[in-house]
């Protein structure tokens, strides 16, 4: 995932707050992927976006009825996934 830093202590894993403001981008080529403003609170350990900066932020590959395999749009870098019907509203997806 290129958003959130990992941290391993001693065998104990832990995941730090990701930054609360601004514009996420790639890890791999600095590509804006989404805005603060579309972030919102998940019990996942990741930061979750409602939406993408701009339609070509992102490409995605269907994996299942419910779940899209999203990339970078530049680079082609893994970003994990887009969950269907899975955001903050009924119908709203979530990355």
């Known amino acids: 995932m290129s958003f959130c830093?990992?941290?391993i202590?001693?065998?104990t894993k832990a995941f730090f707050a990701?930054?609360?403001?601004?514009?996420?981008?790639c890890s791999k080529c600095n590509h804006p992927l989404f805005s603060s403003r579309s972030?919102?609170?998940?019990?996942?350990?990741w930061p979750a976006f409602t939406e993408t900066i701009r339609e070509d932020s992102v490409t995605k590959m269907m994996e299942t009825l419910t779940?899209?395999?999203v990339l970078c749009g530049k680079c082609g870098n893994g970003l994990g996934h887009e969950?269907?019907?899975d955001g903050p509203e009924e119908g709203i997806s979530r990355f």
């Open 83 to 85: 969950f269907v019907n």
């Open 18 to 25: 990701c930054p609360p403001a601004g514009v996420y981008v």
């Open 9 to 11: 202590n001693k065998g």
């Open 67 to 69: 779940a899209y395999k």
């Open 39 to 45: 972030k919102f609170a998940h019990s996942s350990p």
């Open 5 to 7: 830093r990992l941290e």
